[in-house]
């Protein structure tokens, strides 16, 4: 009889731990969830960009005026899926994850207007995806406006990238900026924008000129029916066997691509007009992300 209870007990033990073990498992995975910035809750309602939303300060309940400021990201290339005013001068801004991938939230793309000039506000990007960021090392968003149409990198000293205890650990990137003419609308990146409407412009331009050493093809269909380029230059010379000595850019599309996609425009243009380069025999692959692919 005390054996058996003996061995009842043990029984109760190794269940008891394996329980534990179960619970410290899950713990363990809901911190990572937690350190890697995933907010599914949050994520799930950002089904579609802010479309001409003005922002109030929290129990404002009087008519609309200059100072409440009006987000918009209806447009290529934006993003921006939410807005929470924390305080007349502060704000949280909620970006959208890349198409196909909700864990991968990067590129911020958003215009402010209806502003008051002198106001001065700081906007908090707030669930970022990423640990390690550029926004580190100096690098700073760019700005435009309707009166200033180049895009200009705002000071770096204005800008800080951090992970707040206050997002569930989320990398944070906040900026401040003093709005200086009430007319203007401003808009605001997370870096020089490529978008596909240029590709193809680019692309379409390149090919009425009807190059003997330039072709055009189309590999597929993105997942949004958007073309997939493939775009050939080479040498006109029929003795030169470039099949051998053929050198190809390949590189696949999301919203980081705008790095790549200038660099592969310009590799594009010095190739067309560089007939050492063009005889080499390049290939150069594009897909649909924000504009060229990314280079490998």
Same mark, same amino acid.
């Given at each position: 009889?005390?054996? !058996?209870? *003996?061995?009842?007990?043990? #029984?109760?033990?190794?269940? %008891?731990? /394996?329980?534990?073990?179960?619970?410290?498992?899950?713990?363990?995975?809901?911190?990572?969830? /937690?350190?890697?910035?995933?907010? %599914?809750?949050?994520?799930?309602?950002?089904?579609?960009?802010?479309?001409? &939303?003005?922002?109030?300060?929290?129990?404002?309940?009087?008519?609309?005026?200059?100072?409440?400021?009006?987000?918009? %990201?209806?447009?290529?290339?934006?993003?921006?899926? !939410? *807005?929470?005013?924390?305080?007349?001068?502060?704000?949280?801004?909620?970006?959208?994850?890349?198409?196909?991938?909700?864990?991968? !939230?990067?590129?911020?793309?958003?215009?402010?207007?209806?502003?008051?000039?002198?106001?001065?506000?700081?906007?908090?990007?707030?669930?970022?995806?990423?640990?390690?960021?550029?926004?580190?090392?100096?690098?700073?968003?760019?700005?435009?406006?309707?009166?200033?149409?180049?895009?200009?990198?705002?000071?770096?000293?204005?800008?800080?990238?951090? !992970?707040?205890?206050?997002?569930?650990?989320?990398? /944070?990137?906040?900026?401040?900026?003093?709005?200086?003419?009430?007319?203007?609308? =401003?808009?605001?990146? =997370?870096? =020089?924008?490529?978008?596909?409407?240029?590709?193809?412009?680019? &692309?379409?331009? &390149?090919?009425?000129?009807?190059?003997?050493?330039?072709?055009?093809?189309?590999?597929? #269909?993105?997942?949004?029916?958007?073309? &997939?380029?493939?775009?050939?230059?080479?040498?006109?010379?029929?003795? #030169?066997?470039?099949?051998?000595?053929?050198?190809?850019?390949?590189?696949?599309?999301?919203?980081?691509? +705008?790095?790549?996609? +200038? /660099?592969?425009?310009?590799?594009?243009?010095?190739?067309?007009?560089?007939? +050492?380069?063009?005889?080499?025999?390049?290939?150069?692959?594009?897909?649909?992300?924000?504009?060229?692919?990314?280079?490998?």
């Amino acid at each position: 009889m005390p054996s !058996r209870c *003996v061995a009842v007990a043990t #029984l109760s033990q190794r269940h %008891a731990l /394996v329980c534990c073990e179960k619970m410290e498992r899950k713990m363990e995975e809901n911190v990572r969830d /937690v350190d890697t910035g995933s907010e %599914a809750g949050r994520e799930e309602a950002l089904v579609g960009n802010v479309n001409k &939303l003005m922002v109030t300060p929290p129990g404002y309940t009087g008519v609309s005026r200059k100072s409440h400021l009006v987000f918009d %990201a209806c447009f290529e290339s934006g993003n921006l899926g !939410r *807005v929470d005013c924390i305080s007349e001068f502060e704000f949280d801004l909620f970006i959208r994850p890349d198409t196909c991938n909700p864990r991968f !939230r990067v590129w911020f793309n958003f215009t402010v207007e209806n502003v008051q000039e002198t106001q001065r506000v700081i906007f908090n990007i707030v669930n970022f995806s990423k640990t390690k960021s550029l926004y580190r090392d100096g690098m700073s968003p760019v700005v435009k406006s309707t009166s200033r149409p180049k895009w200009q990198r705002l000071p770096a000293k204005n800008v800080y990238y951090y !992970r707040c205890p206050d997002h569930r650990r989320n990398y /944070v990137m906040s900026f401040a900026f003093c709005f200086d003419r009430e007319d203007d609308v =401003y808009q605001f990146a =997370y870096c =020089y924008p490529y978008t596909y409407t240029r590709l193809q412009h680019y &692309l379409d331009s &390149l090919e009425r000129r009807n190059l003997d050493y330039l072709q055009r093809e189309q590999l597929g #269909l993105s997942v949004q029916q958007r073309r &997939l380029d493939l775009l050939t230059i080479t040498s006109p010379a029929p003795q #030169l066997d470039w099949c051998c000595c053929k050198e190809s850019l390949l590189g696949k599309g999301n919203s980081m691509s +705008w790095k790549s996609s +200038w /660099v592969m425009e310009q590799i594009a243009e010095m190739a067309r007009g560089n007939r +050492w380069v063009r005889q080499k025999g390049y290939s150069a692959h594009m897909s649909k992300g924000s504009g060229w692919s990314n280079m490998l």
